[in-house]
């Protein structure tokens, strides 16, 4: 008898209004006895059936097809407007609040998707952001040379932009050693020092889901258990547990401020770029005279890539993106962090770039920290810089091999953890929630619930496995350079290939339909549509 419990209908008869559903004048009927009497199938809220059918506040799965109309319950503007413009508009106002940034209308929508598709992508994204920043704070307070703390500010800047380092030509040992570029590192910190942060219209966006969510609790403590199962299922409490994931999103992205506005990022790098020097086998000269390339620049357009499907993702500046340059972010600051290790030592020890001139001594100590070098320790050729760094100029990738960089499993382990918690903290509390509310069990409301919980962390995983693989599968490009002179590419590396670019479309094309399926689900749940016998 229990068994044919799982599923009863709990109605309201506290509160029969003009605006009554069939489905309470059904239940108005078996209280009245036109169904009959006794043990018929009238349950109380914990679907117990009941003697006395006057007493009544629910009944089971099969009176209720029995006895009540099979359709749904009747559409009605007015309520579902309301419930709309109460529990859903607020959030849909803040995901207004999210950063964007590319210029590209399609991958601005692209970047709301996968944000409303997969919170937990979205959470991981943005617990990297915050890990990356402590860990390059940490790598670099190691060391002790002119324009640390400016080269933190940069290299933090640009975690939303496809950055990439090269030591050609000893480029970035000049940018690092000359005293000519020090106003490179100072314009570029002071260029990307724009503001994505706190505005009267956020703080209003949020002032709303915070109000309607508050709301939404005290309603769970105004009324009886009938009440309160009218209030889950049909004015949305539920959507607002199931939203609330959103909120900490935007709040952690207005306080970090994220550097995403593609003009102005690239902007700022170009016109930095404009100013740097690089040392000769005379003196040192403006970048510009001698080369196009440039020690730290953004790989924006697609000539700037040899394989320019494979990384596409990280060209988009919105932050959700951050997944995919998680990687060849901490490669491009490793190889900076290391030459600054390099040229830190040397200056401990009091070496000067040109080994000719002795060493100018400075005060001994400023704030705790050794004195900067004098700018007369700072010059010499091109090949005694490049020797200063320990630095091949000929060869770019001497010295910096690792293909992984230093503990990024551990941060995605810890971004993954935080963003599951977020996620199932909020989604899962959301699918309980309605669970246990009568009608209990696993029903169409709860159901799509769980569905997309489970669709946002496969999409996540799907993703990020494909941020593995794609990183994988980089061939240096001196090396990649012999394929494309006639050797053939090698198979394991072209199966990966295919197969990351297929996980990443596979991924967004689930969360485009995730959005969907809980925006539908929510219009569904506010029109009535799960009202039904």
Excluded at 251 to 260: D, F
Excluded at 289 to 305: K, S
Excluded at 493 to 503: E, G, M, W
Aim: charged fraction near 15%; charge should be neutral.
């Amino acid at each position: 008898m229990r068994s044919r419990l799982l599923f009863f209908a709990v109605l309201s008869s506290l509160h029969v209004t003009s605006h009554a559903t069939h489905l309470d004048g059904c239940l108005e009927e078996v209280k009245n006895g036109k169904h009959g009497t006794g043990k018929i199938g009238a349950t109380d809220g914990d679907g117990n059936v009941l003697e006395d059918v006057a007493q009544a506040t629910g009944v089971t799965y099969d009176l209720c097809v029995k006895a009540c109309d099979p359709g749904q319950e009747p559409f009605q503007w007015k309520l579902f407007s309301q419930k709309f413009s109460s529990w859903l508009l607020p959030w849909l106002a803040l995901v207004s609040q999210l950063p964007f940034g590319p210029k590209d209308r399609l991958e601005n929508l692209e970047s709301v998707a996968l944000t409303i598709g997969s919170p937990m992508l979205a959470a991981y994204s943005l617990a990297l952001t915050v890990l990356n920043g402590r860990w390059i704070a940490r790598r670099f307070s190691k060391h002790n040379y002119p324009n640390i703390q400016n080269a933190i500010s940069v290299l933090s800047s640009l975690q939303q932009a496809p950055l990439r380092v090269t030591n050609e030509g000893a480029l970035l040992a000049s940018l690092i050693v000359l005293p000519q570029n020090d106003p490179w590192w100072r314009e570029l910190v002071e260029w990307l020092a724009y503001p994505h942060t706190w505005s009267i219209s956020a703080v209003a966006s949020i002032a709303w889901v915070v109000i309607a969510y508050v709301f939404t609790v005290i309603d769970s403590f105004a009324g009886d258990r009938a009440d309160l199962a009218e209030a889950m299922n049909a004015n949305g409490q539920g959507v607002g547990s199931l939203w609330l994931w959103l909120l900490p999103i935007v709040i952690g992205w207005l306080q970090i401020s994220p550097k995403c506005d593609e003009d102005r990022v690239r902007s700022a790098v170009e016109r930095a770029n404009t100013i740097a020097y690089a040392a000769t086998a005379r003196y040192p000269v403006p970048v510009k005279e001698l080369t196009e390339q440039r020690a730290i620049h953004l790989a924006f357009g697609e000539e700037d890539e040899v394989d320019d499907a494979l990384r596409r993702d990280e060209r988009v500046t919105a932050p959700i993106y951050n997944y995919a340059r998680f990687l060849p972010w901490v490669q491009a600051v490793e190889k900076v962090s290391k030459m600054f290790g390099v040229v830190s030592e040397r200056h401990y020890h009091h070496e000067s770039v040109d080994p000719t001139i002795g060493w100018i001594n400075m005060e001994d100590r400023i704030g705790g920290h050794w004195s900067k070098p004098h700018n007369r320790n700072r010059v010499g050729s091109v090949s005694q810089v490049a020797w200063y760094c320990q630095f091949d100029p000929h060869n770019r990738h001497t010295a910096f091999r690792s293909r992984w960089g230093p503990h990024v499993f551990s941060r995605i382990a810890i971004a993954s953890t935080l963003a599951f918690m977020l996620q199932w903290g909020t989604v899962g509390a959301a699918f309980i929630a309605v669970y246990f509310t009568p009608t209990t069990g696993l029903g169409c409301r709860s159901a799509s619930y769980l569905l997309f919980g489970a669709l946002s962390t496969i999409v996540w995983l799907l993703l990020l496995i494909s941020s593995l693989l794609v990183h994988y599968t980089q061939i240096k490009p001196l090396n990649l350079q012999q394929y494309y002179g006639g050797r053939s590419y090698p198979l394991h590396l072209y199966i990966t290939r295919h197969f990351a670019i297929s996980l990443r479309r596979l991924a967004k094309l689930l969360a485009a339909f995730n959005a969907l399926w809980i925006l539908t689900t929510c219009l569904f749940q506010f029109g009535n549509f799960f009202e039904r016998p």
